[in-house]
């Protein structure tokens, strides 16, 4: 009867060494998959802007994906469970290749060069590259885009102050797309694209300037937040809303995000426990180019 206790006993602690093998072997696979594509794709991207892979390419317990400097060095952090979710998700290698670009695209901007937290301006800039270096690549705007589509539904992305809304994001990287496209003059790749809809008017009534973001965004006639890329194009990142109560004077909504503003034009931001805090403010800004056009026509 012993030996059958010691028999089973033996059994099962070898079943559990091996579940826990199994486990182990599971974990290494999925880091070495998320190693390999991770340095193949930076290799890949900087070869194709002509610099040398000096990128550190390193594994961190992160959510996701992050440029950092350190001592001088350019790194690039990942999570590898992000990775594969990814490209699970997107089905397509091409994800992880947008958002290793948009990291990258990052340190090429100088983002990484100063301290503080990362500002929607400076997030569109790097989708922006990534937009237009994966279609140097070879990668469809489909594709180009599968990153932030599928980083919205597996959770890897969110509308905050620092970040701008998923909409905003994928049009800036269509822009990035379509200038390259460009480049290479495939007019009959950008006549099947449709170009990302530009507000229509040019009338802005005020500026907005947010806490701790070099940025400046304004906002037109038509109640629509603008802020402009590196090639004066305008892209809308939020919206003026009536509010709903007698705290504020109206809101900015951004994204899922709603921020209130006071009657002398400061903005704020409330917690989850009733409290509010000031990110930013809002300033008159009365621009019409049809007025300067009047003021400046030449005496006959």
């Known amino acids: 009867m012993i030996k059958g206790y010691i028999l089973l006993l033996t059994c099962l602690s070898i079943g559990s060494l091996a579940a826990q093998d199994s486990k182990s072997t599971s974990r290494e696979n999925l880091d070495f998959e998320a190693d390999k594509i ?29 440029a950092y400097t350190k001592h001088g060095d350019r790194y690039i952090g990942y999570n590898p469970k992000f990775i594969q979710r990814l490209r699970i998700q997107s089905e397509t290698d091409w994800s992880a290749y947008s958002v ?38 070879g990668a469809t705007l489909a594709q180009a885009e599968s990153a932030l589509l599928s980083l919205e539904k597996i959770g890897g992305i969110s509308d905050t102050i620092h970040h701008p809304p998923v909409n905003s994001r994928i049009t800036s990287l269509a822009e990035g797309w379509m200038q390259a496209a460009s480049l290479n003059l ?36 038509n109640d629509q937040v603008i802020w402009f890329n590196e090639r004066g194009r305008p892209i809308e990142i939020g919206k003026k809303m ?29 917690t989850n426990y009733s409290s509010s805090f000031k990110v930013g403010i809002i300033d008159k800004f009365d621009y019409n180019p049809n007025q300067i056009e009047e003021h400046t026509e030449p005496e006959k």
Not at 38 to 66: C, H, M, R, S, W
Not at 190 to 213: H, M, R
Not at 249 to 270: H, L, M
């Open 100 to 137: 290793l670009a948009h990291e990258i695209g990052h340190h090429l901007a100088g983002h990484t060069e100063k301290n503080g937290r990362s500002n929607p301006g400076n997030e569109l800039v790097a989708d922006h590259f990534s937009g237009f270096i994966l279609q140097r690549m």
């Open 242 to 270: 009536p509010s709903e109560t007698t705290n504020f004077a109206w809101n900015i909504k951004y994204g899922r995000s709603v921020y209130g503003v006071d009657a002398k034009g400061v903005i704020w931001s409330n």
């Open 38 to 66: 991770v340095k193949e794709a930076t290799t890949n991207i900087l070869n194709y802007i002509g610099l040398p892979p000096d990128f550190k390419v390193v594994q961190l317990n992160i959510p996701n994906v992050i």
């Open 186 to 221: 495939n007019h009959k790749i950008l006549e099947k694209i449709d170009n990302p809809e530009a507000p229509s008017t040019n009338v802005y009534q005020y500026k907005c300037t947010f806490n701790g973001d070099e940025n400046v965004y304004y906002i037109n006639q």
